[in-house]
C-alpha cells in the first residue's frame, strides 16, 4: 500500500519561498513518476508538477518559472519548491503518483499566500 506524507506548507507573504516534501513508503517510489497537485477552494484539483523516475519534468503553465519539483530516490522523497508565490497559489497541496492514484492520497498540506 502506497503512504505519501506532505510537509513544509505554511503562510507567506506574496512574493516569497516555500519547499514542500512528500515522503513515500514502498519500494515503489524509485520507479514511478511523482507528481504534485494542488486544491483551491471551490477549485478542481489539478497538476501542479509530474517528475519521471529519470527526472524529467513537467509544469502547469500557471507555475512555470517559479516551482521547480525534484526527488531524491535514496531518500524516498519528492520536493517542491515554489519562489514568488502569488496569492492565487494558495491552496492544499498533495503529491501522489503521475497519473495520480485515488488509493495514494495522502492529507496534504496547506500553502497560504498573503496580498
Known amino acids: 500500500q502506497v503512504q505519501l506524507v506532505e510537509s513544509g506548507g505554511g503562510l507567506v507573504q506574496a512574493g516569497g519561498s516555500l519547499r514542500l516534501s512528500c515522503v513515500a513508503s514502498?519500494?515503489?517510489?524509485?520507479?514511478?513518476?511523482m507528481g504534485w497537485y494542488r486544491q483551491a477552494p471551490g477549485k478542481q484539483r489539478e497538476l501542479v508538477a509530474g517528475?519521471?523516475?529519470?527526472?524529467?519534468?513537467n509544469y502547469a503553465n500557471s507555475v512555470k518559472g517559479r516551482f521547480t519539483i525534484s526527488r531524491d530516490n535514496s531518500k524516498n522523497t519528492v520536493y517542491l519548491q515554489m519562489n514568488s508565490l502569488k496569492p492565487e497559489d494558495t491552496a492544499v497541496y498533495y503529491c501522489?503518483?503521475?497519473?495520480?492514484?485515488?488509493?495514494?492520497w495522502g492529507q496534504g498540506t496547506q500553502v497560504t499566500v498573503s496580498s
Open positions: 501522489n503518483l503521475w497519473p495520480n492514484s485515488k488509493n495514494a
Open positions: 514502498g519500494s515503489f517510489f524509485s520507479i514511478n513518476p
Open positions: 517528475i519521471t523516475s529519470g527526472g524529467s519534468t
